[in-house]
Every structure is written in C-alpha cells, then in structure tokens.
Nanobody, 126 residues
C-alpha cells in the first residue's frame, strides 16, 4: 500500500523556521517527482514546491522563493521542505504528493499527482 506521511509541522513565530518531512512507505520514491502543496482556510490549494525524481530540478511558487528549499534523500525515501523566514501568510495545511515521473521538466500542478499524504498543519503566529 502506497503511503506518504508528513511530519514536522506546528506553531512557529513569524521569522521562524520549520522543516517538513515526507516519508514514503510501500514504494520507492526513486522514480517519483514529489510536490509540496498547501491549502489555507477559504483558499484554493496551491503548489508550493516540486522536485524531480533525481533532485536535479526544482521549482517554487513566487511567494516562497528565497525562503523555502525542497530536497530529497532517496536512500531514506524522504523528501524535505525547509521553510525559513516564515510569515503568517504561510499558515496552511501542507501536503506532500507523489507522481511517477522520471523527467526533469517539472510541472507543479496538483492534478498530476496521484498519491497524497494526509496533510500537516503549519501555523505562523505570534
């Protein structure tokens, strides 16, 4: 059974940092592109960042460029999202998702991803 589990969320003050992890079980991530998505109350889901199966290609939403970094450790079957300089607008439920795709040309659109984690809350507040 394919499963993705997010961890590392929580409450942080503005300007703080969190590192989210997305651990896969039941399959290897070696042949999968991974995306991080988020959804805030009353807003549509948005793509935050995606990474290719090799880690050679990444992309980011304009709102997080320069603050967030996506990375992966295929040996650990885990993908990370390092979030720095957090602002209240980053508050949302964050989801990781997998798509079997080995190309380097990334499209970070949620509709292309077919395996999703359950989501984890990130709250940025003083």
């Amino acid at each position: 059974q394919l499963q993705l589990v997010e961890s590392g969320g929580g409450l942080v003050q503005p300007g703080g940092s969190l590192r989210l992890s997305c651990a896969a079980s039941g399959f290897t991530l070696d042949y999968h592109a991974i995306g991080w998505f988020r959804q805030a109350p009353g807003k549509e889901r948005e793509g935050v960042s995606c990474i290719s199966s090799t880690g050679g290609s990444t992309n980011y939403a304009d709102s997080v460029k320069g603050r967030f970094t996506i990375s992966r450790d295929n040996a650990k079957n885990t993908v990370y999202l390092q979030m720095n300089s957090l602002i209240p607008e980053d508050t949302a439920v964050y989801y990781c998702a997998a798509r079997r795709y080995i190309g380097e040309h990334l499209t970070c659109a949620g509709g292309l991803f077919d395996s999703w984690g359950q989501g984890i809350q990130v709250t940025v507040s003083s």
